[in-house]
């Protein structure tokens, strides 16, 4: 028996076996969830075959966040499989590779702002929406945030913004949700090196950095998120919503 035992969970965002997503579904599985999966396109459709198999799931379904027929088609297709579900991950982030470079006021533009916000945060409450009648009394939607949202960190520039909106998406859709008995929640990870984090300047640079100053003089791993996501999702963490936790080793309340 595992504490998400016999609960099905959703789980966006693998691209390879280095992503937050899939430390996540390692941990869920551990604690017996029934797992499935999207890729974004079929570029990654293998990778995510190949995670799938490992914790012996079946479904493995396309789902382009930046578009709504992606989102409704996804769905309808989980439908076929699940008609019932206990909730959903978002572990989704972009922005244009240009948005990360040089000071933030001077690059910063209409179409990176407005791609940042579309993906890494207005999707959140997409999926949300699409999902909300299939989802179980009791279920819990979860995404991954960074400090960046509340602190200037140098190039991260339009992501920044982005995060601080999908963190204020998290309450207002705490709040909405509630009376569904759904709780929703987010992860405000440390740094960890994987695809999305290549695209940011410096960003070994800031690992080293980070170490040290950390309470914990560690870095975090796909694991310690894996593990926290899993108690979020589940019924030992039924009293906690609209919450943004930190799993940094303590980085945030470091001076
Ligand atoms: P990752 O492995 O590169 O995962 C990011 C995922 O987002 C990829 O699978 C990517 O697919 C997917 N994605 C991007 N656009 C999409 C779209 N339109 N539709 C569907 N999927 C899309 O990087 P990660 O670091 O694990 O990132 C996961 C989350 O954790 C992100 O929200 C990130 O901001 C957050 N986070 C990361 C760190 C860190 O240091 N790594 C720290 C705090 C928070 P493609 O590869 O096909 O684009």
């Given at each position: 028996?595992?504490?998400?035992?016999?609960?099905?969970?959703?789980?966006?965002?693998?691209?390879?076996?280095?992503?937050?997503?899939?430390?996540?579904?390692?941990?869920?599985?551990?604690?017996?969830?029934?797992?499935?999966?999207?890729?974004?396109?079929?570029?990654?459709?293998?990778?995510?075959?190949?995670?799938?198999?490992?914790?012996?799931?079946?479904?493995?379904?396309?789902?382009?966040?930046?578009?709504?027929?992606?989102?409704?088609?996804?769905?309808?297709?989980?439908?076929?499989?699940?008609?019932?579900?206990?909730?959903?991950?978002?572990?989704?982030?972009?922005?244009?590779?240009?948005?990360?470079?040089?000071?933030?006021?001077?690059?910063?533009?209409?179409?990176?702002?407005?791609?940042?916000?579309?993906?890494?945060?207005?999707?959140?409450?997409?999926?949300?929406?699409?999902?909300?009648?299939?989802?179980?009394?009791?279920?819990?939607?979860?995404?991954?945030?960074?400090?960046?949202?509340?602190?200037?960190?140098?190039?991260?520039?339009?992501?920044?913004?982005?995060?601080?909106?999908?963190?204020?998406?998290?309450?207002?859709?705490?709040?909405?949700?509630g009376p569904d008995g759904?709780?929703?929640?987010?992860?405000?990870?440390?740094?960890?090196?994987?695809?999305?984090?290549?695209?940011?300047?410096?960003?070994?640079?800031?690992l080293a950095e980070y170490?040290?100053?950390?309470?914990?003089?560690?870095?975090?791993?796909?694991?310690?998120?894996?593990?926290?996501?899993?108690?979020?999702?589940?019924?030992?963490?039924?009293?906690?919503?609209?919450?943004?936790?930190?799993?940094?080793?303590?980085?945030?309340?470091?001076?």
């Amino acid at each position: 028996m595992g504490f998400l035992s016999g609960k099905r969970i959703l789980i966006t965002g693998i691209a390879n076996k280095q992503s937050i997503a899939w430390g996540i579904a390692q941990a869920m599985h551990k604690q017996k969830a029934i797992l499935g999966f999207t890729y974004e396109n079929n570029r990654l459709r293998i990778r995510v075959e190949e995670c799938a198999k490992i914790v012996g799931s079946e479904i493995i379904l396309p789902c382009d966040v930046s578009n709504d027929t992606s989102i409704k088609d996804f769905f309808c297709k989980l439908s076929e499989f699940w008609n019932k579900f206990d909730g959903f991950v978002h572990s989704i982030a972009f922005a244009p590779s240009d948005q990360f470079v040089g000071d933030y006021v001077n690059n910063v533009t209409r179409e990176g702002f407005k791609i940042a916000q579309e993906i890494s945060s207005y999707s959140f409450v997409a999926m949300a929406r699409e999902s909300r009648s299939m989802i179980n009394k009791g279920g819990s939607l979860l995404t991954l945030s960074y400090l960046g949202s509340e602190r200037a960190v140098p190039f991260y520039n339009v992501m920044g913004p982005a995060k601080a909106s999908l963190e204020a998406n998290v309450r207002y859709m705490a709040h909405a949700l509630g009376p569904d008995g759904i709780r929703v929640n987010a992860i405000s990870a440390g740094p960890i090196r994987t695809l999305a984090a290549s695209a940011i300047k410096n960003f070994r640079k800031m690992l080293a950095e980070y170490t040290p100053r950390t309470a914990l003089h560690r870095n975090v791993s796909i694991e310690d998120i894996g593990n926290t996501a899993a108690f979020l999702v589940s019924e030992l963490a039924l009293g906690i919503t609209g919450e943004v936790i930190h799993v940094d080793g303590g980085f945030n309340i470091a001076f």
